[in-house]
C-alpha cells in the first residue's frame, strides 16, 4: 500500500486491556506510513496507561459513562457524561484537519467517539473480538461504516452489509519473544515447565487466592510466572520458581517464549494470542454473575476446537485447579497438533484495507 503523508486517523477503545491490543497492533502501521495517530480515551482507563507510553501518539482523554446491565443510582448521570464526552471527542475530531477516518476497538468510550464522528461526516471501523457483539458496539454499529469480527460465528449477529470477516489480530512483536530473556526476567530456571497465570487487566482475586493455595503442589511440576493485576501483588510470598508480577509491558513478548502452558481468563484477545503462539490453555472464564457471559462462549468455542481446557469460576477450588492444571499438561499434545492447524489470516493486512477502502468512499 503506497504510503500516505500527513492524513490523520483516531484510535479509541479502552475499559480493558482487551479494548486496546488491536490498537497497538495496528498503530505501528499507520505510524510508518506518515499518519499522525491520536488517541481518544477515557481520563482513568487503563488504555491511557498502554497508549501514553507509545511515542508519538497524541492522547486526548474524555468524559465516558459505563454501560451497566444493572440498577445504580450512576445510571441517570451516565447519559450526561456520554452526551460530554461525545460534545468533547467532537471538538478533537474537528480540530485542524479532518481525520480521514476513525477506528474503534469497543469499550464504553468509544461510543461518544463513534457517534461524534458520524456527525463530522467522518467513516469509522469497528472490531469486534468477542464471539457476539458486546453492548458499546451494539450502540456503535448504527454510527459505523464497517464492523469487523474475530469469530466467523460472529457474523450472523452482525448486519450484513456492514460486516466482514477478519480473524484475530495478533501483534507482530509477540513472535519476537526471547525464552532466555523470559526466565531471566523471572528469575526462573527453565528447568520445569513454566506455568504462567494471568486473571486479566484487571487481576482475578478469587484465581489469585487459589493459585497461591496451590502454590505447592504446583510447584512440584512447574515454574510458575504469575501477572496478578494491579496492587494484587503478595509482597509476603518469597517462593524459588514463583515470580509475580501487576503488570507486564515491554517484557510480555519473553514472558510468552518463555511459557509452555497457560491459564487465564477468556477474553478473545488474549486467547487468540495464545492459539497463535501455540500455547496449551486452562481458560477460567468470567461468570455469569459477573459479566454478559461473552467469555464463556468464547472458553467454549476453543474447547470445541480442541484448543483449550475449561475450569468454570463457579467450580474453582484449590483441589480442582491443581486436577485440572495436571489433566492440562496431559492434553497438551493434542492440543498443539490441533493448534497446528490454526493458520494466520493476515488479519492485520485485511484491517488495514478495510480502512483503506472506508477512506475512498
Same mark, same amino acid.
Given at each position: ?10 484510535f ?6 482487551? =479494548?486496546v ?6 498503530i505501528?502501521?499507520?505510524q510508518?506510513q506518515?499518519?499522525?495517530?491520536e ?31 444493572? &440498577? ?13 464526552g461525545? &460534545?468533547? *471527542? /467532537? ?18 468510550? %468509544? ?15 469497528? =472490531?469486534?473480538s468477542? /464471539? ?21 460465528e ?24 526471547d525464552?532466555?530473556t523470559?526466565?531471566?526476567? #523471572? ?11 494471568? +486473571?486479566?487487566s484487571?487481576?482475578?482475586?478469587k ?6 493455595? #496451590? ?6 511440576t /512447574? ?6 493485576g ?10 524459588? +520458581? ?6 507486564? =509491558? !515491554? !517484557?510480555?513478548?519473553?514472558i510468552? *517464549? ?5 491459564i ?11 492459539? *497463535? ?6 481458560l ?5 454473575g459477573?459479566?454478559r ?7 467454549? %468455542?476453543?474447547?470445541e ?21 495436571? #489433566?492440562l499438561?496431559? #492434553? ?5 497438533? !490441533? ?23
Open positions: 500500500m503506497e504510503k500516505r503523508n500527513k492524513k490523520r486517523i483516531i479509541t477503545g479502552g475499559g480493558t486491556a482487551g =479494548h491490543i488491536v490498537n497497538l497492533a495496528l505501528p502501521y499507520y510508518e506518515g499518519y499522525e495517530v488517541y481518544i480515551g477515557s481520563y482513568e482507563g487503563i488504555e491511557r496507561n498502554l497508549i501514553e507510553k507509545l511515542d508519538g501518539v497524541a492522547y486526548h482523554p474524555i468524559s465516558t459513562g459505563k454501560l451497566r446491565r444493572y &440498577m445504580s443510582k450512576e445510571n441517570f448521570k451516565d447519559p450526561f457524561k456520554v452526551l460530554k461525545t &460534545m468533547q *471527542a /467532537f471538538r478533537i475530531l474537528g480540530k485542524r484537519k479532518k481525520p480521514a477516518v476513525v477506528f474503534s476497538k469497543g469499550g464504553f468510550v %468509544s461510543v461518544p467517539v463513534v457517534a461524534a464522528a458520524k456527525l463530522r461526516g467522518i467513516p469509522s471501523v469497528i =472490531h469486534e468477542d /464471539f457476539t457483539p458486546g453492548l458499546a458496539n451494539k450502540l456503535s454499529i448504527p454510527f459505523t461504516k464497517k464492523v469487523l469480527a474475530t469469530f466467523p460472529t457474523m450472523k449477529y452482525l448486519p450484513e452489509k456492514k460486516a466482514s470477516y477478519v480473524g484475530a489480530v495478533i501483534r507482530d512483536e509477540l513472535f519476537t519473544g525464552k532466555k523470559g526466565l531471566e526476567f #523471572a528469575q526462573l530456571t527453565g528447568e520445569k515447565p513454566v506455568l504462567l497465570i494471568m +486473571g486479566g484487571g487481576g482475578s482475586e484465581i489469585n487466592e487459589t493459585i497461591r493455595e #496451590a502454590l505447592d503442589e504446583l510447584l512440584t /512447574f515454574e510458575i510466572i504469575h501477572i496478578c494491579s496492587g494484587k501483588v503478595d509482597s509476603s510470598l518469597h517462593v524459588p +520458581g514463583y515470580a509475580q508480577f501487576e503488570y507486564v =509491558h !515491554e !517484557e510480555l513478548k519473553d510468552f *517464549a518463555a511459557t509452555d502452558f497457560v487465564s481468563r477468556a477474553g478473545s484477545n488474549a486467547i487468540f494470542e495464545f492459539l *497463535a503462539l501455540r500455547k496449551p490453555m486452562l477460567i472464564p468470567l461468570s455469569r459477573a459479566s457471559g461473552d467469555q464463556i462462549i468464547n472458553a467454549n %468455542s476453543f474447547k476446537k480442541n484448543y483449550a481446557k475449561i475450569l468454570e469460576e463457579e467450580t474453582l477450588t484449590t483441589e480442582k485447579l491443581i486436577q485440572e492444571t495436571a #489433566a499438561k496431559k #492434553a497438551a499434545p493434542i492440543m498443539l497438533d !490441533e493448534m497446528k492447524k490454526y493458520k494466520s489470516e493476515e488479519s492485520r493486512n485485511k484491517v488495514i484495507e478495510i480502512i483503506e477502502a472506508v477512506q475512498k468512499k
